[in-house]
């Protein structure tokens, strides 16, 4: 083997093992999408782009498009030159910059209508170019919490609207639920009710990182020693203010009797 094939096997094997030939550009979002931002924090967007050797970036666009509808609103955010660190944000909410084949594109102050389909756009000096897209929504309060039951699997199941990553916790008389109440299912929305009789007041509390709501199930009431208690302590209280108020009557006759006999007495003492 002689010294220029030694060479030439060398620069395949280093073309080979270069994740995109010469000329070729490849560009991903490194944020898992769909992404949910709450509204009035910052949305930070990052893209990697990885070229070839002979290639050269002339320039990088952020756009953004409306996830559904019928407008086909594409708008531009910033446009970035190849070289240079600075992008060009075409308003004052948006900034970007591009550090080490980093492209990132901030949006300060993140609003409804930020939601879309964003896209960065690499345009090499050829004018071919690559495109990655990320899926951007708001992320929502948790709404319309409701509890209804079925009746056939002695379980109840709670719901909610479009909260975004909505966690679910049960109670059972305001304490959290015990294997003696019942079990949740995995992902927390149902109950299957094992306690025996179904009894009681059964709550779901929804929460996300905005807060929490929630909406309850009242079956019938249990009958606890706790309640046997309490019924019988006002029982004991009623009877003693019966027997109370009996012999208060009979002393306040025996008395009235009393004194009108001696009344009696001393009247007829004068008329004789
Ligand atoms: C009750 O739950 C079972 C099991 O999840 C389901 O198959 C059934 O359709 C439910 N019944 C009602 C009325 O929702």
Known sequence: MDLRCLLCCRVALLLLSMPCGLYCMSVHILNEGPMY???????????????????????????????SGVAPGRETLATCPGKGSECAGTSPNVSGNMQHQVATLRIHRYKSPDSGVYAVTVTDHRGVKTTAHCIIRMYEAVHHVSVSINISHSSLICGESWGTDPHFNWLHEKIAITQSVGTVSKDGSTLVVTMKPFCGHFTCVVSNKLGYSSASFTAAPCETEGRGTT?????????LMLVGGVLAFLLWRRHRHNSRGQWLHEHLDDTI
């Open 231 to 239: 019924v019988a302590v006002v029982c004991l209280v009623l009877l």
């Open 37 to 67: 931002v709450i509204p009035g924090s910052p949305l930070i967007l990052e893209a990697r782009i990885e070229q070839g050797p002979l290639e050269e970036i002339s320039v990088v666009t952020w756009e953004r498009e409306p996830e």
